[in-house]
């Protein structure tokens, strides 16, 4: 099994690829399958949240690129900027990560969570999409280096 302790501050030349969930991506202790199917395993510093792009240096050497696996989400659309304002506030108060872009925000699929949004004013599109939420002010964040943006939109 592939042993991973190290989260690189740029991106290299990657090795191998592991596709892995929001989920997964915040685990600090892990065990998964590279997309070429060699087993991998990591114990990574706490409170990390790997991102679309991000590297991971192998114990043996290799480097990992890490890509956010496609996940069912709820994406909500409105033209009044107050709506999305409104919604996320809302969301935000359920703790729900939160990708946001222009015009739309984005969370994990819940019929529940739906109706309210789409109660709102908001309309509602469930998609299998990568879920890059933001990282939030108090959550350790991303662990500084390349900082990119993806828009998975």
């Not at 939160?98 to 994990?108: A, F, K, N, T, V």
Request: aromatic content about 4%; glycine content about 10%; charged content about 25%.
């Amino acid at each position: 099994m592939i042993e991973v302790h190290t989260i690189l501050e740029q991106p290299e030349p990657a090795d191998a690829v592991l596709t892995l969930s929001f989920q997964d991506r915040q685990r600090s202790r892990l065990r998964a399958k590279l997309d070429n199917g060699e087993e991998i395993g990591w114990m990574l510093p706490r409170g990390q949240v790997l991102r679309d792009g991000d590297c991971l240096r192998a114990d043996n050497g290799q480097v990992i690129e890490v890509r956010a696996a496609p996940e069912t989400v709820s994406t909500a659309r409105a033209d009044n900027p107050l709506l999305l304002a409104r919604a996320a506030y809302h969301l935000g108060n359920r703790h729900m990560p939160l990708q946001i872009g222009e015009g739309w925000l984005r969370y994990h699929h819940d019929h529940v969570l739906d109706h309210m949004v789409e109660e709102m004013g908001l309309q509602i599109t469930q998609e299998q999409v990568a879920f890059e939420p933001e990282a939030g002010a108090y959550s350790g964040g991303h662990h500084g280096g390349h900082g990119h943006e993806h828009s998975h939109d």
